[in-house]
């Protein structure tokens, strides 16, 4: 069965303190993998896809990056405004499915 | 223009009953799935259509499951026979492409 799995379950930062999110996912077959963002009570938000090894996104201080067994979202400088829980997600080419990891929780101190 | 909406956004509900959660998807939006998430859960996938088709119903955690689209455009998740387990908040998304999809609030349902 295709799996997602995501490192740390949670994480606190200091304001300004850059760190990466870790995601690794089933290797074979990937057809994309997907980084979102949920804020408390709301629905995810989507911010990359990743179709390839090597292959980089950028959003503000948000950098996704994707090798050939892991993918990681770097965040620079984080604001309090970045905190949320990340999730991140896999979509295989045998079937429709897309599996989610249970997410990061990153919280950043002012 | 609008974006995915849920209804009801709150449902709480008898074991034993049977309950239909709505999904109106972005205009145009030719793929729609529906998730649930569990208290500190990830999202747990249940179904995917395609225009009016399910091609995969296997993420359907039981036979009281079931889910329709009609049109093309809204989607109705029932539940039936209602248990405790069922109690989460059931997530819908669509999209253009399985590339980015767009969610609703949620439905968060509670069974008592």
């Known amino acids: 069965e295709d799996q997602v799995t995501q490192s740390p379950e949670a994480l606190r930062l200091q304001e300004g303190e850059s760190s990466s999110l870790n995601c690794s996912y089933t290797?074979?077959?990937?057809?994309?993998l997907f980084w979102y963002r949920q804020d408390p009570g709301k629905g995810p938000e989507f911010l990359f896809t990743?179709?390839?090894a090597g292959e980089e996104k950028e959003k503000e201080r948000l950098k996704a990056t994707l090798t050939k067994k892991e993918s990681f979202l770097h965040i620079t400088a984080p604001k309090p405004e970045d905190s949320a829980t990340y999730l991140c997600?896999?979509?295989?080419?045998?079937?429709?499915?897309?599996?989610f990891g249970k997410g990061t929780r990153l919280h950043i101190l002012p | 223009g609008a974006g995915v909406s849920q209804s009801p956004s709150n449902k709480v509900t008898e074991k034993g009953k049977d309950v239909e959660l709505r999904c109106d998807p972005i205009s145009g939006h030719t793929a729609l799935y529906w998730y649930r998430q569990s208290l500190g859960q990830g999202l747990e996938f249940l179904i995917y259509?395609?225009?009016?088709?399910?091609?995969?119903k296997s993420g359907l955690p039981s036979d009281r499951f079931s889910a329709e689209r009609t049109g093309g455009s809204v989607s109705t998740l029932t539940i039936q026979r209602t248990q405790q387990e069922d109690s989460a908040v059931y997530l819908c998304a669509s999209s253009l492409n399985y590339n980015e999809q767009f969610f609703g609030p949620g439905t968060r349902l509670t069974v008592l």
């Open positions: 997600a896999g979509l295989w080419w045998r079937d429709d499915k897309i599996i």
């Open positions: 290797v074979s077959g990937l057809r994309g």
């Open positions: 259509f395609q225009g009016n088709s399910a091609p995969d």
């Open positions: 990743l179709y390839s």
